[in-house]
């Protein structure tokens, strides 16, 4: 079907401001450039009992910022569900404050706490530090869940495109670890280090996320060329260390149909339903990358949100 609408206003009013694209910029004045225009179409705030800022160690010995959401106060006689959510931005861009509004409806809606998790950005930290900080965030979750009144037994991993990729390598971390997840919740995630889709080639330029911006992203992030076959890279095709992804959590799985990465979601779906995994696929038609942060200015954005919140609320066996 055609653009939505509200879409292409969107792109249309980008191609008016005529700013420079992340990908002409040094990473540094990219991250500033997003932080600044993240907030622009989101949804407003919504309101939380508790939000907290924490510190999270790393197994390097480095401390990274996680902010938790609470939307309802925590009960230790009956212990909440949790998201652990890791932003997009390509591993250079992004943080807890750019994704702080799509966090709260998450914790809202999926009544569920959230915590979100501000990894180690490239090119200051390469592969496969992200990996290794979202991994680490989640089994902190695991082992720390009683203080927060979280109930450590009904978990979940969630993110957007890169973040997606996160929460895909994190979903067979966790199983390996014996961390019984119920949901990895994946909204347009990266799945190959190669872009030889027939998405890609289609969707190269003109729908926010183009090719050059991808090849930057990835630039920024690998230490060399075969990182990209490293699994924990390329869930989809990365042969290197690549594990078997049989029995990982169920996965819900959103793709937008003007997105360069809608193939490889579509693909990845198809490959965790052949090892035998429950998966859920949902296809947006006329929306782009990004969609997701969309929501107060494209209407159709929520739909989306509620197909996401009620699939948490499914996982977590609260509806």
Known sequence: M???PKIEQVLDMIA???????????????????????????I???????????????????????????AAEPSWAEPAPALVYYHGGGFTVGSVDTHDALCRMFARDGRCAVLSVDYRLAPEYRFPTAVDDAFDALTWLHAHAAEFGIDAKRLAVGGD??????????????RDAGIGLALQLLIYPGTTGYQQTASHSRLADGFLLSGDTIQWFFEQYVRDASDRDDWRFAPLDGKRGAPDFSGVAPAWIATAEYDPLSDEGDAYAQKLRGCGNEVTLKR???????????????PDVAQAHADAAAALRAAFRLD
């Open 16 to 42: 008016l401001a005529k700013r420079p694209k992340l990908h002409e910029m040094t990473a540094q004045a990219a991250r500033a450039s997003y932080e600044k225009s993240a907030p622009i179409l989101e």
């Open 2 to 4: 055609p653009l939505n």
């Open 44 to 70: 407003p705030s919504a309101p939380m009992f508790a939000v907290e800022d924490l510190r999270i160690q790393t197994r390097d010995g480095a401390t990274i910022r996680a902010r938790l959401y609470q």
């Open 284 to 298: 947006y038609p006329g929306m782009i990358h990004e969609f997701f942060k969309m929501g107060g200015f494209v």
């Open 161 to 174: 495109s890169a973040g997606g990729t996160l929460a895909t390598v994190c979903a067979v971390l966790a």
